[in-house]
């Protein structure tokens, strides 16, 4: 008589389902065996079961057909085949349970299981319902980005405040190796050109600014209002309409080969296409969000 199968080992949530395995997939030579685990559509293996980063995934969203042949459970996907040696026939019909409820999102009819495995399968089938719904949800809206953010590093807006003089004399940049934002400025002071920067950290829902003492603002917005008002209106932030100007002139005066060299901010030749446009909102995004 079958020995029934014991409930996997759970990890804090991580996987709907886990246990050992022996893999053979287009990228192995042979069967290896590792620890698979389950949850939702990705179906991750890993070494040991402490691994944080798993060797490999599959993405079940591609799946075309899952059929038990033997001791071997075949997963068919677009583009590969991949087959499973579980380390009992129960065990194998739990993989096999497991993946058809995740890909199909009800629990198989089919399948020869003791009632308490059939209540696990209805169990992570409530909990993966929960975690889709959850993810449907959507987030809070994204912060507005000022008109005077430009994805740029440190010294390309000093180069771009000098070019725009008269126009502007501010910008918000991406801060230092990704984190937070900064302001340059670029003013005249008791006769003396000074460029500035100023670091703007965001912490929860303010943003900090690195000053003595530093100031708080709850958006962006405020962080520009903020060097406005405290310069008394010598801060004047760089709109992105003078950007356009700039590219709009220096498109006419370019040869016709240099509108193949672009640099990321537009500089030299001001070319500037929907794609590289939308490129800048991500990362303009990314960069306030935190990501």
């Given at each position: 008589m079958a020995l029934p199968?014991?409930?996997?080992?759970?990890?804090?949530?991580?996987?709907?389902?886990?246990?050992?395995?022996?893999?053979?997939?287009?990228?192995?030579?042979?069967?290896?065996?590792?620890?698979?685990?389950?949850?939702?559509?990705?179906?991750?293996?890993?070494?040991?079961?402490?691994?944080?980063?798993?060797?490999?995934?599959?993405?079940?969203?591609?799946?075309?057909a899952v059929r038990a042949e033997g001791p071997r459970l075949y997963l068919r996907l677009r583009g590969q085949e991949v087959m499973l040696k579980a380390e009992s026939p129960e065990a194998q019909e739990m993989w096999r349970g497991f993946i058809l409820t995740m890909v199909e999102m009800q629990v198989p009819t089919d399948l020869a299981l003791l009632p308490g495995h059939k209540a696990q399968l209805v169990e992570a089938l409530r909990e993966e319902q929960d975690r889709r719904a959850a993810l449907a949800v959507p987030g809070p809206p994204e912060p507005p980005v000022p008109d005077c953010f430009y994805a740029v590093s440190?010294?390309?807006?000093?180069?771009?405040?000098?070019?725009?003089?008269?126009?502007?004399?501010?910008?918000?940049?991406?801060?230092?190796?990704?984190?937070?934002?900064?302001?340059?400025?670029?003013?005249m002071l008791s006769g003396v050109m000074l460029v500035k920067?100023?670091?703007?950290?965001?912490?929860?829902?303010?943003?900090?600014?690195?000053?003595?003492?530093?100031?708080?603002?709850?958006?962006?917005?405020?962080v520009v209002a903020y060097f406005v008002?405290?310069?008394?209106?010598?801060?004047?932030?760089?709109?992105?309409?003078?950007?356009?100007?700039?590219?709009?002139?220096?498109?006419?005066?370019?040869p016709p080969r240099a509108a193949h060299h672009r640099s990321m901010v537009h500089l030299h030749d001001g070319s500037a296409d929907v794609t590289e446009e939308l490129a800048k909102k991500l990362q303009a995004r990314r960069f306030l969000l935190g990501d």
């Open positions: 199968v014991l409930p996997p080992r759970r990890r804090a949530a991580r996987h709907s389902y886990e246990g050992f395995v022996e893999k053979w997939g287009p990228r192995d030579k042979g069967y290896r065996r590792v620890w698979a685990g389950l949850r939702g559509l990705t179906l991750s293996f890993y070494t040991a079961p402490r691994d944080p980063q798993p060797l490999e995934t599959l993405d079940l969203g591609e799946l075309v440190r010294t390309e807006a000093e180069q771009l405040l000098e070019r725009s003089a008269g126009s502007g004399n501010m910008v918000l940049r991406p801060g230092g190796h990704g984190q937070g934002v900064s302001v340059t400025t670029r003013q920067h100023y670091k703007v950290t965001h912490e929860g829902q303010e943003y900090v600014i690195n000053v003595e003492p530093p100031h708080r603002c709850s958006s962006l917005a405020e008002e405290s310069s008394k209106g010598s801060l004047r932030p760089l709109a992105r309409e003078y950007m356009q100007r700039l590219a709009a002139g220096a498109l006419r005066s370019a």
